[in-house]
């Protein structure tokens, strides 16, 4: 007979029960991959809308969340302005010290971090927090090293797939 425990213990799922601080990256994460320029040249990015109701639930439960992002596009400023995120680092070479700094001014361990990325420059990153994760769709150099892949596809509730682990892990209720 099937017993879902075992199964569980035997996969060695990630522990998010200890998760203090949420990380993402944006473009091929939360959004759909695609950068829409105007004929004037203004960038469109297109957002998740259920990615953004779990991360509001993380921060509604006091847990951090940050981006970390190569980007330097101010719809992104914008996107963390209506989800009410505080930590908002753009334009970022090295993501490995960022989330270093962040986690020194917010005196936390890497262990107690959660990050999920989607390609090469995430890769330095997921290595280093407790649990490195990558969406359905990521690079498959990330895949390999990514301690959690979502079922989900970028910018269709990879992030809200995350935000719900961390939430039912710790026995946080999404009412």
């Known amino acids: 007979m099937f017993n879902p425990q075992f199964w569980f213990k035997k996969k060695n799922l990630p522990d998010f029960s200890k998760v203090k601080l949420f990380t993402t990256d944006v473009d091929g994460v939360l959004t ?12 469109y990015k297109n957002f998740n809308v259920k990615d953004g109701l779990g991360i509001k639930l993380l921060l509604e439960h006091k ?3 940050a981006i970390l992002t190569a980007s330097k596009s101010p719809a992104i400023i914008q996107r963390a302005n209506n989800l009410g995120i505080q930590i ?20 936390i361990s890497t262990a107690e971090v959660v990050y999920i990325g989607d390609d ?3 890769i330095a990153v997921i290595k280093e927090v407790g649990i490195g994760c990558c969406v359905a769709d990521a690079h498959p150099q990330v895949k390999t090293i990514a301690s959690h892949i979502t079922t989900n596809p970028v910018g269709a509730g990879a992030v809200r797939e995350i935000c719900d682990r961390i939430l039912a892990s710790q026995k946080i209720g999404m009412n």
Not at 32 to 43: A, L, N, P, Y
Not at 89 to 101: F, N, S, W
């Open 32 to 43: 759909d991959g695609k950068i829409i320029f105007s004929d004037e040249g203004v960038q």
């Open 88 to 107: 908002v680092l753009t334009g970022l070479t090295d993501k490995l010290e960022a989330l270093h700094q962040v986690c020194q001014e917010l005196q």
């Open 63 to 65: 847990i951090h969340v």
């Open 120 to 122: 090469v420059n995430d």
